[in-house]
């Protein structure tokens, strides 16, 4: 079946050092959404991607949708200790409406 | 508080019990959505409700009830439930079931003895 699947499945860095996780599918995707959970807490909507070879920002946030629209990228400059949580794509194939999850990346940061 | 508020925010119950979640949205969102969220699994899509109706049953066992009496209440009624469904029950609603961006509720964390 369709599958999205996010790498890696933990990181932990250190206060300040770059953050980066990588979603992929297995069909083309028409949008890719990322969201965040926090500790104890509920997934929360970051942002939506479209077209091909997009890249938003949110402050020290940097997004991307791949030219194929079947992989995308959350990257973190300089992380904080507020950054601290579970990062989740979530896409939408092509061939359907269901928004699919990744497994999530979750995210350490050491002060 | 989201705009999306679930009770109860936690609940044991035993296998023989007959319990029921509450989600209510004030978002004016015309789509709903039941997820479960078990540890180790990705967030799993269980029911869609657009417009009241139901779009979507992601094979999930009838042990899983859901009910949806208007655009800003959905239920999910529980009975004879197993230990292994013992999960964080999200609900969500979105504008509409083709528009993106869900708005989740804090979920309830629900232990089956």
């Known amino acids: 079946g369709q599958q999205v699947m996010q790498i890696p499945q933990y990181q932990h860095v250190q206060e300040g050092e770059d953050f980066t996780t990588y979603c992929n599918s297995s069909?083309?995707?028409?949008?890719i959404q990322w969201y965040k959970q926090r500790p104890g807490g509920h997934p929360v909507f970051l942002i939506q991607?479209?077209?091909?070879?997009e890249v938003k920002k949110q402050k020290r946030l940097t997004f991307q949708f791949g030219e194929a629209k079947k992989n995308s990228s959350l990257h973190i400059t300089a992380t904080q200790t507020t950054d601290v949580g579970t990062y989740f794509c979530?896409?939408?194939?092509?061939?359907?409406?269901?928004?699919?999850f990744g497994s999530g990346t979750r995210l350490l940061v050491r002060p | 508080e989201t705009g999306v508020t679930q009770t109860p925010r936690h609940l044991v119950m035993g296998m023989t019990n007959k319990k029921s979640l509450k989600c209510e949205q004030h978002l004016g969102h015309n789509a709903m959505y039941w997820y479960k969220q078990s540890a180790k699994k990705p967030l799993e899509l269980m029911f869609v409700?657009?417009?009241?109706?139901?779009?979507e049953n992601n094979s999930v066992p009838s042990r899983f009830s859901p009910e949806c009496p208007n655009s800003s209440h959905l239920f999910l009624h529980l009975h004879t439930l197993q230990p292994e469904d013992s999960a964080l029950y999200l609900c969500a609603s979105s504008q509409d079931w083709i528009s993106y961006g869900y708005t989740f509720g804090s979920g309830t964390r629900l232990t089956v003895v």
């Open positions: 409700y657009n417009f009241k109706e139901q779009t």
């Open positions: 069909t083309t995707l028409s949008n």
């Open positions: 991607l479209v077209k091909s070879g």
């Open positions: 979530a896409g939408v194939p092509d061939s359907s409406y269901k928004l699919i």
